[in-house]
C-alpha cells in the first residue's frame, strides 16, 4: 500500500506465496531484484515499473524463457545485451520490459548502466575526422548518478570485449560525443571503438553492448563490387559514398524479384537513394578514390538468402572461410564475387570452399530450393 518507492537489489527467492505483491500501490519501481523460484513470481494491480528501462534493465525471472538475440531500446537490433527480448508479462497492464537474462548481484554492488553508441560519422574539414555519439548511462544524471566521465577505447581489430583496445580519451560526465582526429579520409587504418562509463568512486567501468568502427579502401577507376559493412548514420548513396568520385551506382535485391535491379546516377538520381544495410553495391568509379565509412558494428549479421541469385553483403567483423559461414544454409550451390584480375566480363570468379570471406566484400550466392538465414561471423 505505498506510492512511488524503489524497490532494488533483493533476492526474492522460494516463497510458496507470490514473491512481491503491490498490492493497491503506484508509481513504484522494481528492478535489479532476482526472482527465484516463486510460486508466483510477482503481482501488481496498480501502475507500478518492473525495470529500471534500457539499458539498465529491470528483474532476473527464474521462470523466464525468452531468448537474447537482440539488442537496443525496442530490442530489435541484431546482437544480445543481456536483456531478453521480449517483456516478461506478470499480468494484462503489468511487466518486465527488460528482463535479465542472468542473476544480478547485489552483494557486489553495481558497475554503472552502460552508455549506447548510437552512432559513427565522418567529420571536419575534408571529413577527416571519425565523431562518436552515445547515449548517456542511466547512472549519469539519474539512477545512481554516480558516473565520474566517459572512456574511448580503440584498436585495430575487432575484440568483442574490447579488453585488448587501447585508451583513446575520456570525457567528462554528461559529454556524450567523441572526435578522433585524424582517422577519417585518408587514413587507411582500421579503427575499432568502444565506449565505457566509468563509476566515479570505485573505477568500475560498463561497456557498450554496441561497438563503432571506421575502414577505408583504396579503389582504381573502373567498376567494383564492394559493400559497406557498418551500420550508417545516413544510409542516402550521396553520404555512404561521399568520398569516392562515381557516376553511376547498382544493387541488386532478390527480395524484390518483380524488379530486383536498382540503381542511381550522379545528378539524375534512380530508384536506389537510400542504401539498405546489406546491399552488395556495384559502383563505377571515374577517377582513383578512397571509400571510407564510419558506422556502428554488428557483431553476427544475419541475412535471409532467397531461391535463386542473391547479391549480399559479407558484414561480419570477423572473417571465415565460405564452407564454415554457409553450412547451415540449405540449397547454396554456387558463390561467386569480384576479383579485378578475373578473365570473366563481369570481373568476377567462382568462391571456393576454403576461399575466405572478408568485411567490406559482397557475394553472388545461388540457391536451389527454399535458402534459409545466413549467419554470418
Do not use: C
Request: net charge negative.
Amino acid at each position: 500500500f505505498s506510492n512511488g518507492n524503489s524497490v532494488h537489489e533483493n533476492m526474492i527467492v522460494g516463497n510458496g506465496g507470490t514473491g512481491a505483491d503491490l498490492t493497491n500501490p503506484g508509481a513504484n519501481r522494481v528492478y535489479h531484484n532476482n526472482f527465484l523460484g516463486n510460486a508466483r513470481q510477482a503481482a501488481d494491480d496498480r501502475a507500478n515499473l518492473w525495470d529500471d528501462g534500457y539499458p539498465s534493465g529491470g528483474n532476473y525471472w527464474s521462470d523466464y524463457a525468452g531468448a537474447d538475440l537482440f539488442r537496443g531500446p525496442n530490442q530489435d537490433l541484431p546482437g544480445s545485451d543481456g536483456i531478453g527480448d521480449d517483456p516478461h508479462v506478470l499480468d494484462a497492464d503489468s511487466a518486465d520490459g527488460y528482463p535479465l537474462m542472468l542473476p544480478f548481484d547485489p552483494g557486489s554492488g553495481r558497475s554503472p548502466a552502460p552508455p549506447e553508441v548510437r552512432a559513427a560519422r565522418l567529420v571536419g574539414p575534408g571529413l577527416t575526422d571519425v565523431e562518436l555519439t552515445w547515449n548517456l548511462s542511466a547512472d549519469d544524471g539519474g539512477g545512481e548518478d554516480d558516473v565520474a566521465g566517459y572512456e574511448v577505447r580503440v584498436g585495430t581489430s575487432y575484440d568483442p570485449t574490447g579488453d585488448t583496445y587501447a585508451l583513446l580519451g575520456s570525457v567528462p560526465a554528461g559529454t556524450a560525443s567523441f572526435v578522433h582526429l585524424g582517422a577519417g579520409q585518408g587514413n587507411l587504418a582500421t579503427y575499432l571503438y568502444q565506449v565505457r562509463a566509468v563509476e566515479r568512486d570505485s573505477g568500475r567501468s560498463s561497456a557498450s553492448s554496441i561497438q563503432a568502427a571506421k575502414g577505408a579502401s583504396a579503389l582504381p577507376e573502373g567498376w567494383h563490387l564492394f559493400s559497406i559493412p557498418l551500420v550508417q548514420a545516413d544510409a542516402s548513396v550521396a553520404s555512404v559514398l561521399q568520398t569516392v568520385l562515381y557516376d553511376v551506382v547498382r544493387t541488386y535485391r532478390a527480395a524484390d524479384p518483380a524488379d530486383p535491379w536498382k540503381s542511381y546516377r550522379t545528378g539524375r538520381g534512380g530508384d536506389l537513394d537510400v542504401l539498405e544495410w546489406g546491399d552488395g553495391l556495384w559502383v563505377h568509379v571515374t577517377a582513383p578514390s578512397l571509400v571510407t565509412v564510419a558506422g556502428l558494428v554488428v557483431p553476427t549479421p544475419a541475412f535471409l538468402l532467397r531461391p535463386g541469385w542473391n547479391l549480399v553483403a559479407y558484414a561480419s567483423p570477423v572473417s571465415e572461410a565460405l564452407a564454415a559461414s554457409l553450412a547451415g544454409v540449405p540449397g547454396v550451390v554456387r558463390v561467386e564475387t569480384y576479383d579485378p584480375l578475373s578473365m570473366d566480363p563481369y570481373r568476377l570468379r567462382l568462391v571456393d570452399a576454403t576461399d575466405v570471406l572478408y568485411p567490406g566484400w559482397a557475394y553472388w550466392i545461388l540457391v536451389e530450393g527454399s535458402g534459409g538465414l545466413w549467419v554470418q561471423g
